[in-house]
């Protein structure tokens, strides 16, 4: 019999439709039973693609006995991080002050008003390398519960409080220069993997938006140390195992520091990003790897992700079933020189063993090795028999819920890869994807729009949007609307950023994750580093600054730099997880310079002109196109043909260079 979820739309909350737990959703009637019968709230946080949220379902939740001493002590509720990253946010910030960690899934007790008390992850069935098992964790709880219930309140009470006092300055010193991106770049290089690439021990992220900092610092002021980081890092991500050699895609991260295993989950998020990366990474060096790379996840994003209404699912589990009938992490995808040999033959099979790394000892688990590309090129006939065998396998699951942030981050760069490297129909995905989130997503009102954060099967989610939403999703419509040339994408791009504006910036810039009038939690949540994905508040900062080169706003100008003060304060200390942020910084130094391409429609100097100022280096440059005297962009007032002939205008900081008509002089003016 099914609980509660089964009304949900998030694939991971269905997933636990059927558990005997007696689940609610996040909502006000789950903590009105709790205050009705006197007991606390068990919140669990996860989410589709986490390989140990399913492990503790299945050893726990799953389990009557278990699931009827929650259901008779607990008020259980189920969140999907992805769906509430507000509610994630503020008690993932709870567990690591607590503990010192954190993690999915999140355990978390707390009183009927959503005051923590306890806290922790993964509990296992039974006690084991000195953790309790979940049972004695419920007992404990409620033991304390009934039998200290002053105790339990006065903790509760400490830490809401402790929480609500964390309020973020948002820097207070302007906008970063010079000394502190030299400073960031400096820290960076402490950080790095000079060996393997990369920054830091295992596990290792990839770090796309530092190498979006790094590669923007190198076309900025031609510090060659900072782009030798960003290539020697891309190229180690590609060549291991976190990279997938036979269907493209990066998976979410490497347990080790070489890139050899990795935790197999795919998610929207990181492909979107490398994806983009990879493609600014062959823009400024002409990297053949780089080139694949980026096309290679542009066309698994396409191929694996793409949902029916056209939009992209969140992610593609870790886990999947076996031959003989289990369930493992990365069975999907390892393989043995067994496996190789029976695919592709004796000789076929020893040859691609060497040319992927797979050894009889193995780099996975059994034997299985993760298939990599130490040097050379894939040999595309092995390539394509060992994908056509490996589809026959059993494939992981599949999120299919939209996200909004993420969606815009995948139209911002299945629109860049695609006008790079002439492949219209990525061109017409992302706007597919942007078509999407303008229909289902935004909901117009006469106080402006507001965004809803996900979607399934063509229908809206309930969750209202977070700053990254509205943020992400102007970064796309704004990238496609200087690869298009559609100036309605900016301005729909413009009616977000309004918003943002008016219902997310607080005192002196500052940015928080929820709109004003966004549910009341015990904290309002403020994040502004750079982790998995760009912080709402380094996207804001983006698309603001961008926003404002097209269209000459002073408003979001002046948004956009004061919301780089935190930069200021985190980029000299913690670079590595303000990489955006930094980013965007780079953009301001540089202007961003504001180009201009008028000429006929469909005329080939127009063409050739417009994707030169495409293939710019320039860090953020706004790009407008469009045919003389048009009103599609505030860019191309003003700006006629040039003796008749296709035209370019470059400005920056209020100067505009005189116009051009010749592609190799573009190129010029935005490099030097």
Known sequence: MANRLAQATSPYLLQHADNPVDWWQWEPAAFDEARRRNVPVFLS??????HWCHVLAHESFEDARTAAYMNEHFVNIKVDREER????????????????????????WMTADGEPFYFGTYFPPEPRHGMPSFRQVLE???????????????????????????SLAHGGQGAPGEDELAQALLGLARDYDERHGGFGGAPKFPPSMVIEFLLRHHARTGGEGALEMAAHTGEAMARGGLYDQLGGGFARYSVDREWVVPHFEKMLYDNALLCRVYAHLWRATGSDLA????????????????TA???????????????????AEGAFYVWT???LREVLGDEDGARAAELFAVTEEGTFEEGASVLQLPVGEPDADLRARLLAAREERPRPGRDDKIVAAWNGLAVAALAETGAYFGRPDLVERATEAADLLVRLHMDFEAGGVRLHRTSKDGRAGDNAGVLEDYADVAEGFLTLAAVGGEGAWLEFAGFLLDMVI???????????????????????????????????????????????????????????????????????????????????AEALLDGPREVAVVGQHGDPATRELHLTALMGTAPGA????????????PLLRDRPLVNGSSAAYVCRGFVCDSPTTNATELARKLTD
């Not at 080139?291 to 793409?306: G, P, S």
Request: aromatic residues 6%; charged residues 25%; negative net charge.
């Open 622 to 633: 706004a790009v407008a196109v469009g045919e003389p005297d048009s009103d599609e962009f």
């Open 45 to 50: 946080v996860g989410y589709s693609s986490c």
């Open 291 to 306: 080139k694949r790379v980026a096309l290679e996840t542009a066309d698994f994003m396409v191929r694996e992700l793409r």
């Open 309 to 327: 209404e056209g939009g992209f699912a969140s992610a593609l589990d870790a886990d999947s079933d076996t031959a003989d009938g289990g369930h």
């Open 337 to 339: 020189p067994a496996q």
């Open 85 to 108: 990253p507000d509610v994630d946010a503020v008690y993932m910030e709870a567990v690591q002050a607590a503990t010192g960690q954190g993690g999915w899934p999140m355990s978390v």
């Open 502 to 584: 008016d219902r997310f910036r607080g005192e002196g810039g500052q940015l928080y994750d929820t709109a004003h009038d966004a549910e009341p939690l015990i904290r309002r949540p403020q994040d502004p580093t750079d982790n998995a994905a760009p912080s709402g508040w380094s996207a804001a900062a983006g698309a603001l600054l961008t926003y404002a080169a097209h269209t000459g706003s002073e408003v979001h100008r002046t948004a956009a730099e004061e919301a780089l003060g935190v930069v200021k304060a985190l980029g000299p200390r913690a670079p590595r997880f303000i990489g955006w942020g930094l980013s965007v």
């Open 140 to 166: 404990g709880v409620s033991d304390a519960w009934t039998g200290r219930p002053d105790e339990v309140a006065e903790v509760a009470q400490k830490i809401s409080r402790d929480l609500a006092g964390r």
